[in-house]
């Protein structure tokens, strides 16, 4: 896995990106050591990810199955065009794991956690790539164990 510091956030964008651990899970991402974030087809997610850059930092959720925050990864590569589109319209990043959590932090505790009500996990909860408030990042790393 990528040695970075996962609380030093400064000069980094912050993101939640959802993936169906039946279909891409953590320990997937993981025996890969790098993979390409590709097959989104929402503009307001595909354009959170034209707005990656590479060292930023984003958290790997698992969604249907455990729904939950699993471990930190980062933006290996921007501005990527999206491999399974044949039009060339959509977006890619490519990403590496950085830290699997000590505990995971599930969505039941995100949704009782009142300074968490403004994430994009909570209020477009369809949205497969939201954009992480700070402070939201340092209480979830809190909640995982981290901080």
Known sequence: MTKINI??????????????????GWDDLVAE???T????????????LRTMQAGDLAFF???NIG?????????????????TDPEGKWAAVKVKP???LPQTVTLKQIK???????MDLIRLSRLSVGAVRPVEWNLILRMAGVL
């Not at 000069?11 to 891409?24: C, F, H, I």
């Not at 009782?112 to 403004?118: G, H, N, V």
């Open 112 to 118: 009782a956690t009142p300074e968490l009500q403004e």
């Open 33 to 35: 050591g790098e993979g």
């Open 61 to 63: 959720y698992h969604s």
């Open 7 to 24: 609380t030093d956030t400064t000069g980094r964008n912050l993101w939640l990106m959802k993936s169906e651990p039946d279909v891409y």
């Open 98 to 100: 950085v830290e699997k």
């Open 67 to 83: 729904v939950e925050v699993v471990g930190v990864i980062v933006i290996s590569e921007g501005g990527l065009t999206d491999p």
């Open 37 to 48: 974030w590709d097959g989104v087809r929402n503009h307001l997610a595909a354009r959170n």
